[in-house]
């Protein structure tokens, strides 16, 4: 058993921990013991190796851990660090920005106190401003009402000037003609030299007669009509020739160039006129056929501008037929004297020329009713309408003249030359309606250059009373607008304006006073 004992085994212990020397009193169950000790000892060292060997383990994995750890948390420290530094710089200018903003508010405030108060100083001003319009617009509105005052007294100074300058001329006139002793009618014959001329008489015998300087052999050309004095016979002045309309009282057109097309809203007239008148001349075997005698003329009346002329000339024209217009009032005033002698070679004329219309413009000029002749110069009217009465009494109904007369005033014609017999027909020409305003509008701007917002149905809507001579003056004044502006094209605007003038020169017109059944 002794050799069991390992020498590495010595000492051995006993239980009180003193060694005791193995020769002495070791026994072998004590030895058995010890090394079961030994070995539990053993065992228990050994497990507490692993185990420290297990603890270092764990201690180095929680060292690196920690490690591990340490470096996060340090580069999140920088982190932070460097975050921090950011917000402080960011605090820093926003405090700065605060600053800034607060010198800012102060400056505006100083500024909206500097405007509040300049603000109620313009306020004042305003105020001041308003009460002097106010007070202008007062003294405008009774400087207008003065100025419409005067207006209306110029009115009625220019219409007794008008009415006085008439009445001067006519009592001049009057006055001359009762001064000169009557002359002689005479026609020259031919002339004999340079200082003599055979003239007949109207009185009956060929006189021969000096020539008078001042006159050229042109003037004294045979077949010249001349007045010669009743005492010497000498050549006092040379008379118009009727075919010359230039120097007469009438107008010839030998081919008028208005058509039926360029009058507007007449549709019911133009067809009565046309019937009297266009139809006898272009188809007389009508009449003939139905036995009837055709119709010798008709008498327009109505307000002036209303179109009377152009059907005349627009019948004249769909005729073919001469144009031979007389204005009764030129016939009276410009030959005295000589207005009966007129009318018959006015019909000798239309006769010559026929196809012919003749336009008797103004016919109450000499064909007025009075109720004596008092005057000289009513006398000489007198004749006149009735030579007018026989011609129109003697020319043949189935002649190719007839005779379209017009007047403004119905009221005051001779109830003679209204007898059957001489117009057959009385048609009314009124102002145009609204549609026929339109279309007289859209016939006279036909050829301008138009914008496109021009609206003639409105226009008509806003030109009631007006004629068709008016609508054309508006039309005419609205491209003079244009004009004046030199725009491209006539705008609604330029009508407005036009519309405004022409109507209300119209308007100061109307003023003047007008004789009772002016169109009746
Ligand atoms: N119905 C119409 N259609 C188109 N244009 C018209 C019309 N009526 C008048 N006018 C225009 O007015 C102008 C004058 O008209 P016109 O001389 O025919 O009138 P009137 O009735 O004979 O006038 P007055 O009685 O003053 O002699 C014409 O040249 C024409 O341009």
């Not at 009631?464 to 004629?467: D, K």
């Given at each position: 058993m002794a050799d069991m004992?390992?020498?590495?085994?010595?000492?051995i212990y006993s239980e009180s921990g003193k060694a005791k020397p193995l020769s002495e009193d070791i026994s072998g169950q004590e030895i058995t013991r010890l090394q079961n000790e030994l070995k539990k000892a053993e065992t228990l060292l050994k497990r507490t190796k692993t185990i420290s060997a297990q603890r270092l383990e764990e201690v180095k994995i929680l060292k690196e851990n920690f490690e591990t750890e340490r470096q996060v948390f340090l580069s999140e420290i920088e982190k932070s660090t460097a975050f921090s530094r950011e917000v402080q710089d960011d605090f820093k200018r926003l405090a700065e920005e605060r600053d800034d903003l607060k010198r800012m508010l102060d400056r505006s405030r100083k500024e909206i106190t500097a405007v509040k108060d300049i603000l109620s100083e313009t306020r004042n001003d305003l105020s001041k401003v308003r009460d002097e319009i106010v007070k202008a617009a007062e003294d405008n509105t009774l400087l207008r009402e003065k100025v419409q005052h005067l207006e209306t007294e110029k009115k009625t100074a220019d219409y007794e000037r008008i009415h006085f300058e008439r009445e001067t001329r006519r009592l001049r006139a009057e006055l001359d003609r009762m001064k000169t002793t009557p002359l002689l009618l005479g026609t020259v014959v031919k002339m004999i030299d340079n200082e003599n001329v055979v003239v007949r008489s109207s009185a009956g015998p060929q006189l021969v007669v000096s020539a008078p300087v001042e006159m050229t052999e042109k003037e004294l050309s045979p077949g010249a009509n001349v007045a010669l004095n009743?005492?010497?016979?000498?050549?006092?002045k040379i008379l118009p020739i009727l075919e010359e309309p230039e120097v007469s009282a009438l107008e010839l057109i030998e081919a008028s160039d208005v058509t039926y097309e360029q009058i507007g809203g007449l549709a019911d007239q133009l067809r009565e006129i046309r019937e009297v008148v266009e139809l006898p001349l272009i188809k007389p075997e009508i009449f003939e056929r139905i036995g009837i005698e055709p119709p010798k003329g008709a008498l327009l009346y109505g307000p002036p501008g209303t179109g009377k002329t152009m059907i005349a000339k627009a019948v004249a024209n769909k005729t073919n037929a001469t144009f031979i217009r007389v204005v009764g009032s030129e016939l009276v005033q410009k030959y005295i004297g000589d207005g009966a002698k007129m009318v018959h070679e006015l019909f000798e004329m239309a006769q010559k020329k026929a196809p012919s219309i003749i336009f008797i413009d103004e016919v109450d000029s000499i064909a007025s009713k009075r109720?004596?002749?008092?005057?000289s110069a009513d006398r000489e009217i007198h004749r006149t309408l009735m030579q007018l009465l026989a011609e129109m009494d003697g020319f043949?109904?189935?002649?190719n003249v007839k005779i379209i007369a017009a007047t403004n005033r119905l009221d005051i014609l001779d109830p003679a030359i209204l007898r059957p017999g001489r117009f057959d027909r009385m048609v009314y020409i009124p102002l145009p309606d609204e549609a026929g305003r339109e279309t007289i509008l859209k016939i006279h701007s036909v050829k301008m250059n138009l914008s496109s917002e021009i609206n003639f149905k409105e226009l008509a809507k806003m030109t009631?009373?007006?004629?068709g001579a008016d609508l054309k003056a508006i039309v005419t004044e609205a491209g003079m607008f244009a004009v004046r502006e030199e725009k491209l094209s006539i705008e609604k605007i330029d009508f407005i304006n036009a519309k405004e003038k022409v109507m209300s020169s119209k308007k100061k017109e109307n003023m003047l006073p007008v004789p009772e059944n002016m169109f009746l």
């Open positions: 004992v390992n020498s590495r085994d010595k000492p009743q005492q010497t016979f000498s050549i006092a109720l004596d002749d008092t005057t043949s109904r189935r002649t009631e009373g007006t004629s």
